[in-house]
């Protein structure tokens, strides 16, 4: 069964390059960030986990722990992390899940249940292992996405839309296209005009049902 946003995301244990987890503890009281890839060693994927590592000091603003899957094991991730390091030109501090089963990737609906990594396999036979899933404290999927093997994910977009994440689930809003922190947001439908201005104060209606006001605080 498919995986679907505010469902509880799956609990697991497993062995990564920083010792054993089990998933749900190991997010605990923060937002968590799930990235999956299909075989350590290979080149999009190599810049992928660069780009993580460079933006730890985001995920720290926002209280969020991030944590890779791949398919290979744990003294391959170990090794891999070396390569990352030099093209990031910063450490990579996250865990990297040793989904050697595919146990992650089909409770995560990555990969069908009858899926097997074959002898001399490439990242071609587990390419739909290219994932992100933004998980909130309440362990519940909060956004997925899934790329191609040929483009390279925009953690950007990923901050981005973690950044609209919180503000929706803190201050009961909603985020326009392109959002970014410091614009406007919406206010639900939901909301009377009455107690939108109870809670807001003032408001722009755009539309009847299109209200934009300030971010509180």
Excluded at 46 to 68: M, N, P
Excluded at 107 to 125: K, V
Aim: charged fraction near 25%; proline fraction near 6%; include cysteine.
């Amino acid at each position: 069964m498919a995986l679907r946003i505010n469902d509880t995301v799956p609990d697991f244990k497993a062995d990564t390059d920083k010792g054993p987890i089990q998933f749900h503890d190991w997010i605990g009281d923060s937002w968590a960030i799930l990235f999956s890839h299909p075989k350590d060693f290979t080149p999009v994927c190599t810049t992928e986990f660069g780009a993580v590592a460079q933006l730890s000091a985001e995920w720290d603003k926002r209280g969020t722990k991030v944590i890779g899957v791949s398919i290979d094991g744990v003294e391959d991730h170990k090794k891999w992390k070396g390569d990352i390091e030099s093209v990031a030109g910063t450490t990579a501090g996250f865990p990297i899940i040793a989904d050697e089963k595919l146990d992650v990737a089909k409770a995560f609906d990555m990969l069908p249940a009858e899926a097997y990594m074959p002898d001399g396999r490439t990242a071609a036979d587990s390419a739909t292992v290219r994932s992100v899933f933004i998980i909130g404290p309440d362990k519940k999927l909060k956004l997925s996405m899934t790329y191609p093997m040929n483009v390279g994910r925009n953690f950007s977009e990923v901050l981005r839309a973690l950044d609209g994440l919180q503000a929706a689930g803190k201050h009961g809003v909603a985020t326009p296209a392109d959002w970014q922190v410091g614009q406007d947001v919406i206010i639900p439908p939901t909301v009377s005009d009455a107690d939108a201005k109870a809670k807001f104060g003032e408001f722009d209606t755009v539309l009847p049902y299109l209200r934009k006001t300030k971010l509180p605080g």
